[in-house]
């Protein structure tokens, strides 16, 4: 006969994100998670009791929702870090190849 489900268990954590190609993935995914730490912080501020499925959920839930506003322009830090990054990269390669 089948064990019963728990169905109080913690649900397992999502899983990584994959690595980023470039200055503008990895900034992107920075903004997400400083998104999805910022609505986890309004949440727990708010002070509603939860379980731990509904806290999974709504911390899953999170996640994909600070992703979707990271990827439509955010908050401008992931435009304004991969500007950075790119600067810094370029103004070091040109450092690198220029004649002595």
Do not use: C, W, Y
């Amino acid at each position: 006969m089948a064990s019963p489900v728990n169905l109080g268990a913690p649900l397992p954590p999502p899983p990584p994100e994959p690595k980023p190609k470039n200055a503008a993935e990895a900034a992107k995914q920075f903004e997400a998670l400083l998104i999805a730490q910022m609505l986890r912080s309004a949440r727990e501020a708010a002070g509603l009791d939860q379980d731990s499925t509904s806290e999974t959920m709504f911390d899953v839930a999170g996640q994909e929702f600070a992703k979707m506003i990271a990827n439509n322009g955010g908050l401008g830090l992931a435009k304004m870090i991969a500007t950075s990054l790119e600067t810094d990269g370029h103004s070091a390669d040109t450092k690198k190849t220029a004649p002595q």
